[in-house]
């Protein structure tokens, strides 16, 4: 078991635990995930590894609670141990030779994946530029973070509650055509979101690299869940990535694929939501 040994609720969604493990700290890279379970009867779901310490032994993950899964993760407090909590799994970010400023892109939750990327480039030496996108102001998380962790930081909010108002794709498009000499672009968030980052680069030929979160079961490769298909070949996103040139991604068949389970998991959250608020109204009384 994996015991929590810090929690910290970042807006009224997100949660980040760290968790105690000592093996996955020691060899975890950026862009690996783990793959947990919280119980006997609970499902298996993969988290990127948002940050690692090897001296303490911990292992940070940063979830949004959108599935009975995430949710029951987000009840747990310090002290609670995970039933599975296994990695590091993937393989990690690969920045080729001659790369010399890379520009972050991270829209939401995903932000959560982007900050150890910039982290760990901006402390190899890397110029390293970070766009950072939420709807608005109240859903903002790692803002701090991502200043300590990059050369320039940008954020946009899509309302303009906060930082500039408009989408992640018109401020990368700005600076591209402001004179900006990018080498590789990084872009991790909601599929949409990476989609048309890659429509925004592709034009100018500028690599881009994205992180792909199908449906995932195992994470060896033995169940297929999450297929993708990249430059017209069909590959694994747990043992082929989950980084790969975004601008070889099939991204229509993966956001088909990501809402085969749709009604199955609503169904399972609305159950746990009813068994809560009868818990609630016992109490009560």
Same mark, same amino acid.
């Given at each position: 078991?994996?015991?929590?040994?810090?929690?910290?609720?970042?807006?009224?969604?997100?949660? #980040?635990?760290?968790?105690?493990?000592?093996?996955?700290?020691?060899?975890?890279?950026?862009?690996?995930?783990?793959?947990?379970?919280?119980?006997?009867?609970?499902?298996?779901?993969?988290?990127?590894?948002?940050?690692?310490?090897?001296?303490?032994?911990?292992?940070?993950?940063?979830?949004?609670?959108?599935?009975?899964?995430?949710? #029951?993760?987000?009840?747990?407090?310090?002290?609670?141990?995970?039933?599975?909590?296994?990695?590091?799994?993937?393989?990690?970010?690969?920045?080729?030779?001659?790369?010399?400023?890379?520009?972050?892109?991270?829209?939401?939750?995903?932000?959560?994946?982007?900050?150890?990327?910039?982290?760990?480039?901006?402390?190899?030496?890397?110029?390293?530029?970070?766009?950072?996108?939420?709807?608005?102001?109240?859903?903002?998380?790692?803002?701090?973070?991502?200043?300590?962790?990059?050369?320039?930081?940008?954020?946009?909010?899509?309302?303009?509650?906060?930082?500039?108002?408009?989408?992640?794709?018109?401020?990368?498009?700005? #600076?591209?055509?402001?004179?900006?000499?990018?080498?590789?672009?990084?872009?991790?968030?909601?599929?949409?979101?990476?989609?048309?980052?890659?429509?925004?680069?592709?034009?100018?030929?500028?690599?881009?690299?994205?992180?792909?979160?199908?449906?995932?079961?195992?994470?060896?490769?033995?169940?297929?869940?999450?297929?993708?298909?990249?430059?017209?070949?069909?590959?694994?996103?747990?043992?082929?990535?989950?980084?790969?040139?975004?601008?070889?991604?099939?991204?229509?068949?993966?956001?088909?694929?990501?809402?085969?389970?749709?009604?199955?998991?609503?169904?399972?959250?609305?159950?746990?939501?009813?068994?809560?608020?009868?818990?609630?109204?016992?109490?009560?009384?």
């Amino acid at each position: 078991m994996a015991k929590i040994v810090r929690k910290e609720v970042l807006n009224s969604s997100v949660t #980040l635990l760290e968790v105690e493990a000592p093996k996955i700290a020691r060899k975890a890279l950026p862009g690996q995930f783990i793959i947990l379970r919280i119980d006997d009867d609970g499902e298996r779901i993969p988290l990127t590894i948002g940050d690692y310490d090897r001296e303490k032994g911990t292992i940070t993950i940063i979830f949004q609670k959108v599935g009975l899964t995430t949710m #029951l993760l987000g009840d747990l407090n310090v002290g609670d141990d995970i039933k599975d909590f296994v990695g590091p799994l993937g393989v990690p970010t690969h920045i080729d030779e001659g790369v010399k400023r890379v520009c972050v892109v991270g829209g939401g939750v995903g932000c959560a994946i982007a900050y150890p990327q910039a982290k760990y480039l901006h402390l190899a030496g890397y110029e390293v530029d970070v766009i950072a996108g939420f709807r608005s102001k109240d859903i903002v998380i790692l803002e701090e973070e991502f200043k300590a962790a990059c050369t320039n930081f940008y954020l946009t909010t899509d309302d303009g509650t906060y930082g500039e108002k408009g989408f992640v794709t018109d401020k990368l498009k700005s #600076l591209i055509e402001a004179g900006n000499k990018y080498d590789l672009v990084i872009a991790i968030g909601p599929v949409p979101m990476m989609k048309f980052v890659c429509k925004t680069t592709e034009p100018y030929g500028l690599k881009t690299l994205v992180s792909l979160n199908p449906i995932m079961v195992d994470g060896t490769g033995m169940c297929g869940g999450c297929r993708v298909t990249v430059g017209g070949k069909v590959k694994f996103a747990c043992v082929d990535g989950p980084d790969f040139d975004g601008h070889q991604v099939d991204f229509d068949e993966l956001m088909n694929r990501n809402t085969i389970y749709r009604e199955q998991e609503a169904a399972a959250k609305e159950q746990h939501e009813c068994r809560m608020e009868r818990l609630g109204r016992q109490l009560i009384q």
